[in-house]
């Protein structure tokens, strides 16, 4: 926008220059060529009134007046004595060839033709001036295009920066950052949509606002009967000597352990939908390493062993909001861990590019069907595995939404050779956000 601004400017100063300074240079040079044209014929008219006298007197005076002015105008034979069959019946002049001709018939008395005279003038001097004055009216009128598209510039930028101010604090929005106002400044529009877009800031404010103290008495109410819940069953099944009573008790703590896997997903996704964070530069390698060191326990009791994988140098960072690698990488490892068998491996791989990260984790359990890959990602859908028993289904569609939410993708392949599933996911590297 700003670009087509200063072109509009300077284009309107260039109409505007054109309009006022070509015809001007037109009016000059007409002007000089006429001057030139009155001068060259006023001397040809002397010298043929001297040649039509026809006494030797207006002859000897015009022989003076020719040598006198060949020598004071450069050119060789800038005057000529035309005989009568030559002379024209009135004057003439053409321009061309570097000189203005100018041909005046000589009469005597009576009004016989006796002669003519040429003159010829030769129009280098009258040339160079013309280019002076085009050339200085074309100089002028470049200065004044740069001195305009300067101004253009500057204009441009002030006009558009209630915008550029706008659009700061959308992407602020769009990033997480609730907190984000735009100053109201500019024109009366400007003004406008700001106040309106503040309004609406504030309004979503409010709303994330609620749904945090929602999830915050969700998280407490629903949690706390689920616990006293399990407590009662677990003291009924240490007190119940009935086998048969001991199976419906454990069936029914199962139960509540699903119900509170569910509940603690619901609420995981209802803050991810929430966005009441915004990204920030993390450290890949320390938290992959943190999350692996929670998971090496639970897995060395099943034989399974936790393998991580890449070159990583001084980083790579990402660009993630604060919590959600964590609860990605538990989903994952969890699911993993389920559906591997005893003395399998996983695989924690991480390959990076200038602008993202590439965060793999391969097991080698059942894996995954087409259909079931195409369905692995929607809310209460189980598939395989322990997680398919007792899960909350859940688990993927927490990672799909954590890791869309911070700009990145996740998608389900083959592992390669172990028959097992890949998840992959993409993250945006941290110098992403320094080039934008």
């Not at 199976?247 to 995981?268: F, I, P, S, Y």
């Not at 399974?304 to 990605?328: K, R, T, Y």
């Not at 984790?361 to 028993?389: H, I, N």
């Not at 859940?394 to 939404?401: E, H, I, S, T, Y």
Request: proline share 4%; with cysteine.
């Amino acid at each position: 926008m700003i670009r087509q601004l200063i072109v509009s400017y300077v284009l309107l100063v260039a109409v505007a220059l054109a309009a006022f300074t070509v015809p001007v240079a037109f009016t000059l040079t007409a002007q000089l060529r006429g001057d030139t044209e009155q001068s060259v014929q006023r001397e040809a008219r002397t010298m043929a009134l001297m040649l039509g006298g026809g006494d030797a007197a207006s002859r000897a005076a015009f022989e003076d007046l020719a040598e006198r002015y060949d020598d004071d105008t450069p050119g060789a034979g800038t005057i000529t004595e035309l005989a009568p069959a030559q002379a024209p019946a009135r004057t003439t002049k053409h321009w061309g060839g570097g000189h203005l001709t100018v041909t005046v018939p000589a009469k005597a008395a009576n009004g016989e033709v006796v002669g003519a005279v040429r003159v010829t003038y030769p129009t280098a001097d009258l040339t160079r001036r013309l280019w002076r004055i085009w050339g200085f009216r074309a100089i002028l009128a470049f200065g004044v295009l740069a001195v305009a598209a300067g101004l253009g510039a500057i204009v441009a930028r002030r006009l558009t920066r209630p915008l550029r101010q706008l659009n700061d604090m959308a992407t602020k929005l769009s990033d997480g950052d609730l907190t984000a106002r735009s100053p109201v400044t500019g024109p009366h529009e400007t003004q406008t949509l700001a106040l309106t877009l503040n309004q609406a800031g504030e309004r979503l404010d409010t709303l994330i606002a609620s749904q945090r103290i929602f999830v915050a008495d969700a998280s407490h109410q629903l949690r706390t009967p689920l616990t006293a819940l399990r407590l009662s069953l677990d003291n009924i099944a240490d007190g119940v000597d009935d086998d048969f009573v001991r199976e419906d008790v454990e069936q029914a703590t199962a139960e509540v352990v699903r119900m509170n896997r569910l509940v603690n997903g619901l609420l995981v996704l209802a803050r991810a939908e929430a966005k009441v964070t915004a990204t920030e530069a993390l450290p890949l390698r320390e938290l992959v390493e943190e999350r692996l060191s929670v998971w090496r326990p639970a897995a060395e009791e099943r034989g399974v062993s936790i393998v991580l994988e890449g070159e990583f140098g001084g980083g790579p960072a990402v660009l993630a909001s604060p919590g959600h690698l964590d609860q990605v990488l538990d989903n994952v490892l969890s699911n993993a861990l389920e559906v591997s068998p005893d003395g399998a491996t996983i695989t924690v791989r991480v390959s990076a590019s200038p602008d993202a990260v590439v965060l793999s984790v391969l097991d080698q359990g059942p894996g995954m069907s087409d259909a079931e890959k195409s369905r692995a990602f929607d809310r209460f859908w189980r598939g395989q595995g322990l997680t398919g028993r007792s899960g909350s289904g859940l688990g993927l569609a927490v990672v799909k939404q954590l890791v869309t939410d911070d700009g990145g993708t996740v998608a389900l392949r083959d592992a390669p050779g172990s028959g097992g599933l890949c998840v992959e996911i993409r993250l945006r590297a941290a110098a992403q956000r320094t080039n934008a």
